[in-house]
């Protein structure tokens, strides 16, 4: 019973290369979030979807495109992946609003070479 | 722009220590605040946050955290501390309604038996 699951755990790929992460939640939040964690552990906020709709899109390059079929699934596309996406990724969700609790899932190691 | 510092970035205490953590935000306005926890090989999870009310917050596994507004501090304290306490803590600022969470770069805190 995984409240909030990501596909794959590890991902290692070439540069160049085009790679999706999955990530699905059963919590019935209607808000979904993709983070990014450096190497340095620093974790910085990339996108927000609230009921299949856009509302958080930080400076990130167009190469990153998020999807959201439903409410439960936020699923991040990845095109012409460089060495610099190399990083953990981690999906969260909630309630909209910034005083409810995100729950994350266990993230996504991407190792680009 | 939102920012959040976290002064402490390795930590090492033997067990029974006492613990504070520091973190600093800059943000005008009304925030929320937390505290999240990354145990070894886990997702992050809740430890504690703060929405209005007491400044004094408990949370989990005996920490708590003191939110002093003319400070714009919100610090991370456990009066003794255990070997399972060893993880990454991650201090994050939260304001509007749009969800966003603005993390610290987080504080590895090691514990030794």
Request: proline residues 4%.
């Amino acid at each position: 019973d995984t409240a909030v699951s990501q596909t794959p755990k590890y991902l290692v790929t070439q540069m160049g290369n085009d790679k999706s992460i999955k990530c699905e939640q059963n919590l019935g939040h209607d808000t979904m979030y993709w983070y990014k964690q450096d190497s340095k552990k620093f974790l910085k906020i990339m996108f927000s979807y609230n009921n299949k709709e856009l509302i958080i899109n930080e400076t990130v390059p167009n190469r990153f495109s998020p999807k959201s079929p439903d409410k439960a699934h936020l699923n991040l596309h990845i095109n012409s992946l460089e060495l610099g996406d190399s990083a953990v990724y981690f999906c969260a969700s909630s309630h909209r609003t910034s005083l409810e609790t995100q729950y994350f899932g266990p993230g996504t190691r991407l190792l680009v070479l | 722009a939102q920012s959040v510092s976290q002064h402490n970035h390795h930590v090492i205490l033997s067990e029974a220590a006492s613990l504070e953590l520091g973190c600093n935000y800059s943000y005008g306005g009304t925030v929320n605040l937390f505290w999240y926890v990354q145990y070894p090989g886990q997702h992050l999870q809740l430890l504690l946050k703060y929405f209005s009310g007491d400044p004094l917050v408990k949370g989990i596994k005996g920490f708590e955290a003191e939110f002093i507004k003319s400070k714009f501090s919100f610090n991370l304290r456990k009066p003794s501390v255990q070997w399972s306490d060893t993880a990454e803590y991650f201090c994050a600022v939260g304001s509007g309604n749009t969800g966003k969470l603005i993390f610290g770069q987080g504080t590895t805190l090691q514990v030794k038996p």
